[in-house]
Nanobody
Framework: QVHLVESGGGSVQTGGSLRLSCATSGPTKAYCLAWFRQAPGKEREAVAHYLTRVSSTLYADSVDGRFTISRDTAKNTLYLQMNSLKPEDTAMYFC??????????????????WGQGTQVTVSS
């Protein structure tokens, strides 16, 4: 049984930083892990992926260079370091896990495990 619990959200001013954490439990050692976000009235979007099988990361263009995804397997925790935050980063942030590796495109598909989310609010 996979279980994900996010923490670390909060309110910051433009230019500030936050670090989100996602505590994982269950058989996630070889899973892809990712951070998604959803703002009110907008579709959910992928922010960053941790591709465990190839030890690689992927970022949305909107956060590349400002956010860093990392994983501490000893602590069973996924992190998202967010720097230079902007008001448009305001959203509910979710941690997700996938066991479906698509080798042909070196990506994970079907993120089927989700946390409850943590709110990030950036004020101007």
């Amino acid at each position: 049984q996979v279980h994900l619990v996010e923490s670390g959200g909060g309110s910051v001013q433009t230019g500030g930083s936050l670090r989100l954490s996602c505590a994982t439990s269950g058989p996630t050692k070889a899973y892809c892990l990712a951070w998604f976000r959803q703002a009110p009235g907008k579709e959910r979007e992928a922010v960053a992926h941790y591709l465990t099988r190839v030890s690689s990361t992927l970022y949305a263009d909107s956060v590349d260079g400002r956010f860093t995804i990392s994983r501490d397997t000893a602590k069973n925790t996924l992190y998202l370091q967010m720097n230079s935050l902007k008001p448009e980063d305001t959203a509910m942030y979710f941690c997700a896990a996938s066991s479906t590796w698509v080798a042909t495109v070196r990506r994970c598909a079907d993120y089927t495990y989700w946390g409850q989310g943590t709110q990030v609010t950036v004020s101007s």
